[in-house]
């Protein structure tokens, strides 16, 4: 089952992975975590399905805290916190 995101989360910034399939929203998402301050957080979007695993994995391998994820029309929000 999927994590949900709590409500009220402040994004520090939003990444665009819509439309792209594996592994380019993992590759783009280790990319621009580095963009963020350690504590902040980033959003990204995907359509990817394979993206609810890897992004959770990738979190826990990288030091980085899962917060969730949350649907909307089409796409999927997901929540990282940098370590």
Do not use: Q
């Not at 902040?40 to 990817?48: H, M, N, Q, R, S």
């Not at 826990?60 to 929000?77: N, T």
């Amino acid at each position: 089952m999927s994590k949900i995101a709590p409500d009220g989360l402040t994004v520090a910034h939003t990444l665009d992975c819509k439309g792209l399939s594996c592994p380019m929203p993992i590759l783009k998402t280790k990319k621009e975590i580095g963009k963020v301050k350690s504590g902040e957080i980033l959003e990204v979007l995907g359509t990817d399905p394979g993206t609810r695993n890897d992004i959770p994995g990738w979190c826990e391998r990288a030091g980085h805290e899962y917060l969730g994820e949350k649907e909307d029309a089409g796409f999927l929000h997901f929540y990282i916190k940098k370590g």
